[in-house]
């Protein structure tokens, strides 16, 4: 019997983890893993979190931490001395981390130092830009992993041009992208724009919650002169992320938001209707990374609202564009897409809905 354990901790990673843990399930009678689920509670909301579970058909984790919010390093530190002792009483034969929060790298620092294998799921994605705390969480964990499963050739070479051994490099997929799939067709009778008075393809949906645009009142203010000149043509829905509103109140920004009357603000909202909202739309601006990647699959147009992109295949594929956070750039390339000029693409290769399978697959080996 191998033992695995996954260990999650933020909404991306029960994305990425979902699909996997599933096909595991489903292949339980003719497989000899066992699986475990570990959720650090690096993300702790009800909605950012528990219902997250319900959505995604999983049930609730074997473990729950419960390390909550701190520091980069107290909320590394807090992660790692939780589940130490777990590792040591489960003594798993591989623990599976996913993405690139601070869970991702707790959980690889803490396994390592055990020596316990690692697989790293959404391996190899590189922004180059060391200021981002999730580029050190994702180099130091694929240095530490020994099954590297990639979402695309770039990734691949990235760790190659690390010195990491091919041996360990497996392009399986973007397994973010089983799950939208899999939800895609019950989402679409959810109706969520019509609930809040909006009309297909005419709205734009926004997502901010990266510390270089939200715990940054210059670049936050920047972001809010495009977007006081973008709801003048087209009606905006943002659904507030708990970081980005506490650093609004923190700037004194509440009036500026209020007065915004093309602006809906939205308290953080289930991923279903989420996902509803951004089929729908015209165009999404955001500064996420996953959100980059459905949207190429949806062919959504999606403005990047950062200088850099660790998901450069969004761009040279698909519907991606990185603009930054100048507010001339952003109004510009968002009235293209209102004016119908918006960038096209299409799907990288293995995005497919079948990324957890071929994972699987390599898994069943060890």
Known sequence: MVKLICIVGARPNFMKAAPIIHQLKKNGSSM???????????????????????????????????????????????????????????????????????????????????????AHIEAGLRSFDR???????????????????????????????????KNKIYFTGNVMIDTLLSLKSKVKSLKTWDKLGLRQNNYALLTLHRPENVDNQKALKRILAALQEIQKYIKIVFPLHPRTEKNIKKFGLNRKIKNLKNLICLKPIRYLSFLNLMMNAKLVLTDSGGIQEETTVLGIPCLTLRKNTERPVTVTKGTNMVVGTNPTRILKETLKVIRGKGKTGRIPKFWDGRTAQRIVKILEKI
């Open 32 to 118: 000899n893993i066992k699986v475990k689920l570990v959720h650090t509670g690096q993300h702790y909301d009800k909605v950012m979190s528990q219902v997250f579970f319900k959505d995604l058909r999983l049930s609730q984790p074997d473990i729950y931490l419960g390390v909550g919010s701190d520091s980069q390093a107290g909320q590394t530190a807090r992660v790692m001395i939780k589940l130490e002792p777990v590792l040591l009483k489960e003594k798993p034969d591989l623990v599976m981390v996913v993405g690139d929060v601070n869970s991702t790298l707790a959980g690889a620092l803490t396994a390592a130092k055990l020596n316990i294998p690692i």
């Open 131 to 165: 200021t981002m705390p999730e580029e050190i969480n994702r180099i130091v964990t694929d240095r530490l992993s020994d099954f590297l499963f990639t979402t695309c050739q770039d990734a691949n070479l990235n760790l190659s041009r690390e010195g990491i051994s």
